[in-house]
T-cell receptor, first 115, second 113 residues
Framework: QQQVKQSPQSLIVQKGGISIINCAYE??????FPWYQQFPGKGPALLIA?????SEKKEGRFTISFNKSAKQFSLHIMDSQPGDSATYFC??????????????FGTGTRLQVTL | NAGVTQTPKFQVLKTGQSMTLQCAQD?????MSWYRQDPGMGLRLIHY???????DQGEVPNGYNVSRSTTEDFPLRLLSAAPSQTSVYFC????????????FGEGSRLTVL
């Protein structure tokens, strides 16, 4: 049972374009939604995160949009650059009950930004 | 500041062999966990620990054992390796109060023949 569904599996975007990755979750107890970025041969690293009290969070070229009623959230990368080429994972957890660190991850999206 | 250190980085085992993947962190994090990463499956939680002496199962615990005798170390043991355990394993840690970030090691690539 995949509690966090992520799409697309892979994505090719031209330099300067917008990259969009979508995730959907099932567990209504989830209230913390981070995105992790992973480069080849490295471990994932936190990119940006959102909590459901806001519908959007922006950090530089990266924006998370959150739709609580639809149980969906997405990552938008504006002005995509070749250096953004990596695998992106969405994740979710519950901040209650001391299990906030117990992240459930999506299946990942491999992003390639071409020149 | 080393962060989360995993050893070995690469390992090849034969079916039925045992081994231990080591994980150490120097950030005084209470929470530590092990994930496996497989193509098309994302990262799946194997075991986790909220402090020394406390461990619990994640999503895919079968075939793996863990212990947490110190805050710094969280080894993952494969008692009898199977080809299905061929994967990349990641150790991660965070403050139990969860500052909002899970810190990952660089991974250990395991191949079981």
């Amino acid at each position: 049972q995949q509690q966090v569904k992520q799409s697309p599996q892979s994505l090719i975007v031209q330099k300067g374009g917008i990259s969009i990755i979508n995730c959907a979750y099932e567990n209504t107890a989830f209230d913390y939604f981070p995105w992790y970025q992973q480069f080849p041969g490295k471990g994932p690293a936190l990119l940006i995160a959102i909590r459901p009290d806001v519908s959007e969070k922006k950090e530089g070229r990266f924006t998370i949009s959150f739709n609580k009623s639809a149980k969906q959230f997405s990552l938008h990368i504006m002005d995509s650059q070749p250096g953004d080429s990596a695998t992106y994972f969405c994740a979710a957890s519950s901040l209650r009950g001391g299990t906030a660190s117990k992240l459930t991850f999506g299946t990942g999206t491999r992003l390639q930004v071409t020149l | 500041n080393a962060g989360v250190t995993q050893t070995p980085k690469f390992q090849v085992l034969k079916t039925g062999q045992s081994m231990t993947l080591q994980c150490a962190q120097d950030m005084n994090h209470e929470y530590m966990s092990w994930y496996r990463q497989d193509p098309g499956m994302g990262l799946r939680l194997i075991h986790y620990s909220v402090g020394a002496g406390i461990t619990d199962q994640g999503e895919v615990p079968n075939g793996y054992n863990v212990s947490r005798s110190t805050t710094e170390d969280f080894p993952l043991r494969l008692l009898s390796a199977a080809p299905s355990q061929t994967s990349v394993y990641f150790c991660a840690s965070s403050y139990r109060s969860f500052s909002g970030e899970l810190f990952f090691g660089e991974g250990s690539r395991l191949t079981v023949l």
